[in-house]
């Protein structure tokens, strides 16, 4: 793993005023979250997440699109932070200022201790009328699937933004100025496709950011990186906070 971290980039990350990071679903893969690419399992598997994760599909069949996302949740709720979850939480604390913008649903970074977390698609463990948009928290369970918003009577959707639809307008612009304005980029676990996320990291390059990206396969974001760390999120990010910081990951 030495051979990985340059003495530059120790030195880079050391100075760094503002490191920005980018986290995907690679980041929950080690917590046994799957990848949004990654094949699905049992009934899942002859479904493209691309085609459920849209208001047509939800609109055409939502008791299907509402089990897929309780399938889902079930596996999330099962799953605990990793250890590339808990370093980028201690990582704040170790560098004068961090923005962690996250394209994941799954909340493990919360989990882990990680503070004031930009959520660009919203949270899988959340749910909000389809209709009103408005979050739900409780409602009478009547056999109806998906259930029913308690207001006004319309179906209720899982808390994401779905393909085709604009990511929440705030979450954005604190997205768009963290990649704007900061020394580092770090980009962990994305497959650097879905937009607009992925341009941030190429937004972070034309500011004259160090881009870091962390990955074990090459990405549309590779040849353009400053750095490539080839492997697991959860084994390079703690390694970083070692070989950089002199700290070992503390859990929570
Ligand atoms: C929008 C919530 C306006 C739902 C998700 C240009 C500009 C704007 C939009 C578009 C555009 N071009 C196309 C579009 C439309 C679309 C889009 O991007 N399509 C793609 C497929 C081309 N974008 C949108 O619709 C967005 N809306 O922009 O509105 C608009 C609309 C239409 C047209 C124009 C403008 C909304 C996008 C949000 C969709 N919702 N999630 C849900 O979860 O159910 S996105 C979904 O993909 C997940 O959130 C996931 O996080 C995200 C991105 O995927 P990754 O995180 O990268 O995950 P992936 O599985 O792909 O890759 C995992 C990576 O990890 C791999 O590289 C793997 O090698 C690596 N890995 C694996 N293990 C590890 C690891 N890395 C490190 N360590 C490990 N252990």
Redesign the pocket.
């Known amino acids: 793993m030495n051979n990985l971290i340059s003495l530059e980039l120790v030195r880079m990350l050391k100075k760094a005023r503002k490191i920005t990071v980018l986290t995907?679903?690679?980041?929950s893969?080690?917590s046994g979250v799957p990848?949004?690419?990654?094949a699905q399992e049992g009934i899942w598997a002859h479904y493209d997440?691309?085609e459920l994760?849209t208001t047509q599909a939800f609109r055409r069949n939502p008791r299907l699109v509402w089990e897929w996302y309780e399938w889902r949740r079930n596996r999330i709720r099962a799953a605990t932070p990793n250890p590339g979850h808990y370093a980028l939480a201690q990582m704040a604390s170790l560098v004068k200022n961090l923005t962690l913008i996250t394209?994941?649903?799954d909340g493990l970074h919360q989990l882990a201790g990680s503070r004031d977390v930009i959520e660009l698609?919203?949270n899988?463990l959340r749910n909000k009328c389809f209709k009103e948009k408005n979050i739900v928290d409780t409602w009478t369970e009547n056999g109806s699937v998906p259930p029913r918003c308690p207001e006004c009577g319309d179906f209720l959707r899982p808390d994401?933004?779905?393909?085709?639809?604009?990511?929440p307008g705030e979450a954005l612009k604190l997205a768009l100025q963290a990649s704007a304005s900061c020394d580092v980029f770090l980009s962990?676990?994305?497959?650097?496709?879905?937009?607009?996320?992925a341009s941030l990291p190429f937004l972070a390059l034309r500011s004259g950011a160090c881009v870091v990206e962390?990955?074990?396969?090459p990405?549309p974001l590779t040849m353009s990186a400053t750095y490539v760390l080839s492997g697991?999120?959860?084994e390079i990010i703690p390694h970083l906070i070692n070989h950089v910081w002199g700290e070992t990951i503390r859990y929570q």
């Not at 990848?35 to 990654?38: G, N, S, V, Y």
């Not at 994401?160 to 990511?167: D, I, P, Q, R």
């Open positions: 995907g679903a690679g980041t893969a080690e990848t949004f690419r990654d997440p691309q994760a394209q994941n649903v698609h919203g899988i994401v933004v779905w393909f085709g639809e604009t990511l962990a676990g994305t497959s650097t496709i879905v937009e607009p996320a962390i990955n074990p396969v990405t697991y999120s959860g």
